[in-house]
Structure formats: structure tokens, C-alpha cells
């Protein structure tokens, strides 16, 4: 999903004004926004959530693989995380599939891009480190791969 330019909500974005951070995709289109009235953005609070309202009974939808309060916390206090996130492409990204429509498409296309898949590799070390798994080494996969197909072929 394409993000437009959001001064004449028609062509692909292209560039982002330095002052307000909004996209626009020409200098036709940044002339106009900054004879609009370019303003710094106002500093935006994130709402603050009170302790009692981030309960597990919070999720309307919990499933087995719901992370706990508790855990998502945690994510907070990554200096890995933290430093990952100073890359403005990944927040871009993130902020994108946040808001798209196409969720799933998105996610695989994010899983082929090494900066993506090191993010989730974090997140999943710091949310449950019991579960981070060794690298295989070339054999340990063929022999996985070997396994998966001997057993498939027996279900035949």
C-alpha cells in the first residue's frame, strides 16, 4: 500500500518536510504546503494507561499465544529494541503496517528484509527467552527437511 503525498493526496509520496514531517511528492506540492502555513509538530502525549486497565482480562480476544502484560513490559527496557528503533526506516515500516489494511501481505513481504526479521528476533528474546532458538547449521536443516518429507510420505 502506497502512502500518498498528503498535500495533493494523489501521487506516491516521495519526500517528508523536514519542519512538520508530513510526505509530499513534489516541489509544486511542498511550495503549497509551506505557503499553507508549515508548523513544527505540537509535542503529543501518548495517552497514559492506567496500571489497573493493563490487565490480561484487558485483551478481548485472548488466545494461547496472547503475550501477558507482564512480558510486553519487558520490551520497554530493550536497549537492543531501543537501538533497532533509531532506524527511521523500521519505524517507518512499523508505522506502516500499523495502519494498513493488508496486515499479512505486509508481514511476509517484512520477513524476506534482515532489519525486520533482527526486530522480531529481539522481541521474542526479551519476551520469552526460553523459547530463542540456536542457529542450525546446514546439516541439523536437511536432516529437519528429511524428517518432514520421510514423515509425510509415510502418511501416504
Do not use: W
Not at 511528492?25 to 508548523?39: E, Q, R, T, V, Y
Amino acid at each position: 500500500m502506497a502512502v500518498l503525498c498528503n498535500v495533493c493526496e494523489a501521487v506516491e509520496k516521495k519526500y517528508k518536510c523536514p519542519v512538520c514531517q508530513i510526505f509530499y511528492c513534489s516541489l509544486s506540492c511542498f511550495k503549497a504546503h509551506k505557503d499553507s502555513g508549515c508548523n513544527p509538530p505540537q509535542n503529543i502525549q501518548e495517552p497514559q494507561i492506567k496500571e489497573e486497565e493493563m490487565c490480561d482480562e484487558a485483551f478481548l480476544f485472548q488466545t494461547p499465544d496472547t503475550v501477558p502484560i507482564e512480558s510486553l513490559k519487558l520490551l520497554a527496557n530493550s536497549d537492543k529494541l531501543k537501538a533497532l528503533l533509531a532506524n527511521p526506516h523500521l519505524r517507518e515500516f512499523l508505522t506502516i503496517l500499523d495502519s494498513s489494511e493488508e496486515k499479512g501481505r505486509l508481514m511476509r513481504k517484512a520477513m524476506k528484509e534482515p532489519l525486520f526479521i533482527e526486530f522480531v528476533d529481539s522481541c521474542l528474546e526479551v519476551i520469552d527467552p526460553d523459547s530463542v532458538q540456536k542457529e542450525l547449521t546446514d546439516a541439523e536443516v536437511l536432516q529437519a527437511v528429511q524428517d518432514s518429507v520421510d514423515a509425510a510420505e509415510d502418511d501416504l
